[in-house]
């Protein structure tokens, strides 16, 4: 069966049979724990404007969804929020969840971290976890809670309410400071590679202009037209660190120009410019 003929229904369920043991024993320890003696927290994190909601496992909603701004303002209210509803309802378990979305997340997510340390580390009740929820699970829970493709942000978090009932997601974490160093030089490594490719492409091309015929990859011109004679470029593998091709393109751009210099020129000129001039007789 292909992907496309499966619902988002039957993909999440698929998804969660992954972790069914683990679902089985969550929903568990949600009974133990009495529904309503479970607070949960959603947030959906914007770029500008996050979305903030709370209710109990039971399915009473607490805190109908509203807007929060992305700042220091908007994080005080909402801690404001979460220990208020701590407070008020004594839960035994609290859980809290969001989607790790780009960097956007990454303020919040250390300051609640370090705010609510003793919760998750079991030093002062109640029990707390936070969780981070994979985007492709959020929009699976959204397809199968609403019908819908559109997304919305209260559609959001009615599904990532969803996956928190399920116990999926993941617990929450963030990078240290030499993950953070490390992930953003691999981040420039590829940047270049990819300029590189860009780069390289674009001169090829030009050789191509150039120069046509005089850069061939035989083998892959072999495979694809084995009834042809194979070429005899000059330049067969790595066109771009041969000292062949560079005196070419430096000291002799016209192709034409080439075609009239005899072979003792040709010679002469690679034995000017290229340090062992034997080897590219």
């Known amino acids: 069966m292909s992907t496309q003929s499966?619902?988002?229904?039957?993909?999440?369920?698929h998804l969660e049979g992954h972790y069914a043991d683990r679902v089985s024993a969550f929903r568990q320890r949600l009974?133990?724990?009495?529904?309503?003696?479970?607070?949960?927290?959603?947030?959906?994190?914007g770029k500008n404007v996050h979305w903030a909601t709370a209710s109990l496992a039971s399915g009473l909603?607490?805190?109908?969804?509203?807007?929060?701004?992305?700042?220091q303002t908007g994080l005080t209210q909402f801690v404001q929020m979460t220990d208020s509803l701590i407070a008020e309802h004594n839960p035994s378990l609290v859980l809290l969840g969001h989607e790790p979305t780009g960097v956007y997340h990454e303020p919040w997510a250390r300051t609640l971290?370090?705010?609510?340390?003793?919760?998750?580390?079991?030093?002062?009740?109640?029990?707390?976890?936070?969780?981070f929820f994979n985007p492709y699970q959020v929009k699976l829970a959204r397809l199968q809670t609403?019908?819908?493709?559109?997304?919305?942000?209260?559609?959001?978090?009615?599904?990532?309410?969803?996956?928190?009932?399920?116990?999926?997601g993941q617990p929450a974490f963030l990078p240290t400071g030499t993950e953070l160093l490390i992930r953003q030089e691999i981040g420039f490594i590829r940047a270049q590679s990819r300029l590189l490719g860009h780069l390289e492409r674009q001169l090829r091309q030009q050789l191509d202009r150039l120069w046509p015929g005089a850069v061939v990859n035989?083998?892959?011109?072999?495979?694809?037209?084995?009834?042809?004679?194979?070429p005899t470029p000059i330049i067969q593998t790595r066109p771009l660190q041969?000292?062949?091709?560079?005196?070419?393109?430096?000291?002799?751009?016209?192709p034409y120009d080439l075609i009239a210099m005899s072979d003792p020129e040709i010679l002469s000129?690679?034995?000017?410019?290229?340090?062992?001039p034997g080897l590219l007789c």
Request: charged share 25%; proline share 9%; aromatic share 6%.
């Open 146 to 168: 609403h019908l819908r493709h559109r997304k919305t942000d209260p559609r959001d978090l009615a599904a990532m309410l969803d996956l928190m009932l399920r116990g999926l």
């Open 61 to 71: 909603e607490l805190v109908r969804p509203y807007r929060l701004p992305s700042t």
């Open 242 to 254: 041969r000292d062949r091709l560079r005196v070419l393109l430096t000291h002799c751009p016209n």
């Open 31 to 45: 009974a133990r724990v009495r529904l309503d003696r479970v607070l949960i927290v959603i947030l959906d994190i």
């Open 218 to 230: 035989v083998g892959q011109f072999s495979r694809a037209h084995p009834s042809l004679p194979k």
């Open 269 to 276: 000129l690679y034995r000017e410019h290229v340090a062992a």
């Open 113 to 131: 971290m370090h705010r609510y340390a003793p919760y998750l580390h079991g030093q002062a009740p109640p029990a707390f976890e936070y969780r």
């Open 6 to 13: 499966i619902n988002p229904e039957e993909r999440l369920h």
